[in-house]
């Protein structure tokens, strides 16, 4: 005969059965469960080229599922009617402070790189921001402060004395390229170079620099003298000694001729010179009215001098008001440009959007705080000179292409895909516009909602997050 327990016992080993599969499902849908979910919102990717609604799950600060399914998270944020973008990646960003890093991500930057100045001493660079920063940072070995150090300029950003006006002897040249060098072992992003600031330094000394460019395989940022003999010598340069070259602020060098330099661009990748370069939306510029890049206003004319605005009082500047502030130093806005030169630029499928942020001691350039947002309000949005997808693909995936041979880190950057650094920037296509002027350069533009650097939310609403520092340096191994 079998036995048969009492009607309470089955009763009971059922109800623990399914007690027990509730908490194995629970916990399975925990596991499921991500950090961070960004909802609805128009994923906009330009390496697969979606663009379409969907959910993006985050996890341990990469993106581990975009589906058009509903991801579930232990945070939401809801992106309805906003696009999803990636991070923008800004490779010419002056600065690199705390107060800079919270003006670009509420412009929606994930990435600063500080590329063409650069620093002299990169393990000195990465070690003063070892403790986190709002935003990534990266930065390159400079032939301007490496050649300021190795002659003794007094200079503090440029070069004021030596620096700029002395050419290097024969050993100088070997110490610079050797501490260049020394710079790249150390994990530099690249090389910066700014002939207008170091006239003195012969060919001589700038091909030593280029072979070493050359040699590491690695982009020199440059910013050449202006118009198409300055991109010609840089050209030259390159052609000699097989150097990548990276052409800083296209518009800025080529002012009325910026078309021209741009055709110069696109015949160079014809014949195979490897070559790239970027553009920032403004049609005035800014530098340190002491630096030798401004010696050509000297002896200039009263009308030429009134390109230059003393951005602290928004005067432009007469031949003797030139020589008063040149005496005290600091940066000065220069208007030489037209909008029709910056569109072209801007348009142009050769560039990519960088910002050249210029900030010191509470004055400077409105770029700093608006360069993404007024391409994507601007040149998107009211002129149509880009999709939003090329626009896009500008400010992300051609910067991160451009540096991913040296640093493989930035495979991981400017795309939006399983796998990737979960760097994002979500922001309303219909309202973003830059609000920064040369008045008053420090005004946050519009439309930039939520900013996400490692899956930490740095921007939320449109307010930095107060008290996270997710930023993580962006180093060559």
Known sequence: MRFHGPPEGRHYRALAALVGMVLILTALVRAQAFDLVIANGRVVDPESGLDAVRYVGVRGGTIAAISSEKLEGRTVIDASGLVVSPGFIDMHAHGQTPETYRFQARDGVTTALELEVGTGDIAAWYAARKSGTLIN?????????????????????????????????????????????????????????????????????????????????????????????????????????????????????????????????TAATQKGIDVSTEAYPYTAGMTEIQSANLDEYVDASEERTSQLEWPRTGERLTRATFQKYRKIGGPVVIHTNTEEMVSAAVSSPLTMIASDAYWENGTGHPRTAGTFSRVLGRYV?????????????????????????????????????????????????????????????????????????????????????????????????
């Open 137 to 265: 940072h990266g930065v390159s070995i400079g032939h301007i402060p490496v050649r300021m150090a190795v002659l003794e300029d007094p200079g503090a950003f440029l070069p004021t004395g030596d620096g700029a006006h002395r050419a290097a002897s024969p050993e100088q040249i070997k110490e610079i390229a050797r501490r260049i060098t020394a710079g790249l072992d150390q994990g530099a992003v690249s090389i910066g170079a700014g002939f207008p600031y170091t006239p003195a330094a012969t060919e001589a000394e700038l091909i030593e620099v280029f072979r070493v460019s050359a040699s590491h395989r690695v982009p020199i940022h440059a910013h050449i003298r202006r118009g198409a003999a300055g991109l010609e010598e840089a050209l030259k340069l390159a052609s000699m000694t097989k150097a990548p070259l990276h052409v800083v602020h296209i518009n800025s060098t080529g002012v009325l001729a910026t078309r021209e330099l741009l055709n110069m661009l």
């Open 381 to 477: 949005r009211e002129s149509r000179a880009l999709t939003l997808m090329d626009a896009i693909r500008k400010m992300t995936l051609m910067p991160a292409q451009r540096l991913e041979r040296r640093v493989q880190s930035m495979q991981a950057k400017g795309r939006l895909r399983v796998g990737a650094d979960a760097d994002i920037t979500v922001f309303d296509a219909a309202t973003v516009l830059d609000r920064s002027t040369y008045r008053e350069p420090a005004l946050p533009p519009s439309g930039i909602a939520h900013v996400i650097v490692g899956g930490v939310p740095v921007v939320r609403n449109g307010q930095i997050v107060e008290g996270v520092n997710p930023g993580r340096a962006v180093r060559a191994k």
